[in-house]
């Protein structure tokens, strides 16, 4: 448990943010854990990802605040960090994470990706559309999160009514080569081919 300095909130350990007010944690006592465990950014990062994707947020999560002891403006980190916490429901963290990242660097199109999902899940499609488009503008059909942002893009449009958009934007999740079944299933969602 810590507790915040500026709204006095008490918080769980693995909070890396003051839900109350977003103030960053005192990260000393990690800091010294981290230097016992010697690992690299690079390590501890890659850790995070082998444990993010099996499922296991909080072993994630640990890896990802080590590696932001190391480095705590690296805006990989933050975003993965940032989708380990809406993985676990934590929106509001997720989001915290993600304006970080984007404050840091504004055209890193994962956190990009990632806070229109967010704003999706708050019913602010607008808001979505703009992050994903702004996305989009940065990356080309061969980057990693292309396929991902065109499917997302195409959800988006499809709740504000843009059909014809949405379908060309899940066409290009499809060159991409984004997952056939989850564009096939918005597809008969919305009724739009």
């Not at 006592?29 to 499922?55: A, D, I, M």
């Not at 899940?121 to 503008?137: H, M, P, Q, T, Y």
């Amino acid at each position: 448990m810590w507790i915040c300095t500026i709204c006095d909130s008490r918080n769980p350990d693995e909070d890396l943010f003051c839900p109350c007010c977003g103030r960053k944690k005192n990260v000393q006592e990690h800091t010294k854990q981290n230097q016992r465990v010697g690992k690299t950014l690079s390590e501890l990062y890659n850790e995070g990802l082998e444990k993010k994707e099996k499922g296991d947020y909080y072993g994630a999560e640990e890896c990802f605040l080590q590696a932001l002891n190391l480095d705590p403006n690296n805006v990989k980190v933050l975003t993965s960090l940032g989708s380990v916490f809406t993985a676990r429901g934590s929106d509001t963290l997720g989001e915290l994470l993600y304006k970080r990242a984007i404050d840091l660097d504004a055209q890193y199109p994962w956190a990009l990706n990632n806070y229109a999902v967010v704003k999706s899940r708050r019913n602010d499609f607008v808001g979505a559309k703009l992050l994903i488009e702004k996305c989009l503008s940065l990356i080309s059909g061969s980057h990693p999160v292309a396929g991902m942002a065109h499917f997302n893009h195409g959800f988006f449009l499809a709740e504000l009514g843009e059909r014809s958009a949405a379908a060309e934007a899940w066409r290009e999740a499809e060159r991409c080569g984004y997952k056939i079944e989850e564009i096939n299933e918005q597809r008969r969602k919305y009724s739009i081919q």
